[in-house]
């Protein structure tokens, strides 16, 4: 099972608004384990980039500027994250972005089907606790000592910590591979068994006779029912 997790940086809020995306982090997951692939871009908004953004990204105009503008990279993405599951925080933000920026680029949108929101498991798993990025790394004790600033391919690999501890954390994955461990021993035990040839014994005849005498001393012996 492949499964994509994703974050992206913006220049604002909404894209109704006219705001961009000025990065794109992606880690892919084959059976809820890291491969080390990951998909990373810098985008140039073709705008202004407010302050405010600023001061979350560390991302200015003038940074974004050399680099490629969305339509540049699309195809790449597009490729990369295949027809697999979208892993997101907060789905519905990201997922407007990207169908919007889809859109201007007169690419097909992504159905929202295909996103697995992670702020919507962690509400259901603990209802009334918080539920941001930064608060389930707390709650999941996962160093956050490299966040100065949020970044789309950190943040990407943040989540992936915390969507493994909401699936029930690496133990449920470590005591499955035991029991295939065990099971894959138990086969390779039974395939490699030998079996030796019957071995006959034979008793002598004067311990048969002190066995005979000995179990006529005792009341209803299983011996003298054969």
Known sequence: MREIILDTETTGLSPTQGHRIVEIGCLELLHQRPTGRT????????RDVPAKS????????????????????????LAFIGDDVLVIHNAAFDMAFLNAELEWAKKPILPMTRAKDTLLMARKKFPGSPASLDALCKRFAIDLSKRDKHGALLDAELLCHVYIELLGGRQKTLGFDAVVAAASVAISVARHKVNFPQRQFTVPTEEEALHRAFVETLPNALWKSN
């Open 54 to 77: 600023t001061e979350i990204t560390g991302l200015t105009e003038e940074f974004l500027r050399p680099h490629p503008i969305f339509t540049q990279i699309v195809d790449d993405f």
């Open 39 to 46: 998909f990373h871009t810098y985008i140039n908004p073709q």
